[in-house]
């Protein structure tokens, strides 16, 4: 299983971003898949997740700025991240696993991550 996601960067505070992950050896459609994050210094923390059934969860920080979508056809996964804090700063992960898990910061899969930087 091989994930890789793209559009990390550094943006200042009320700005978005949109991380993908392509996944390959994988098909989304059988697993629950979300993103991860890491802050410096913190434990890896579950963001949010999309479940086979297409049903999504996210974490209580990021929900209502947040969207987690996915494109079963293309085998990516999206995270469009608006209104963004300080407090996003972090590494962010593609992850595959049980949603429960995930939401967690456990995966059974999980990408290299891309940075995000949010500054004030």
Known sequence: VQLEESGGGSVQAGGSLRLSCAASRLTW??????????????????????DTDGSSSYTDSVRGRFTISKDDAKNTLYLQMNS??????????????????????????RGQ??????SS
Do not use: F, H
Not at 31 to 50: F, H, M, N, P, S
């Open 113 to 118: 991550g891309t940075q995000v930087t949010v």
């Open 29 to 50: 459609t059988y697993y629950c898949v979300g993103w991860l994050r890491q802050a410096a210094g913190k434990e890896r923390e579950g963001v949010a997740t999309i």
């Open 84 to 109: 963004l804090k300080p407090e996003d700063t972090g590494t962010y992960y593609c992850a595959v696993g049980q949603c429960r898990s995930l939401m967690t910061g456990w995966s059974n899969y």
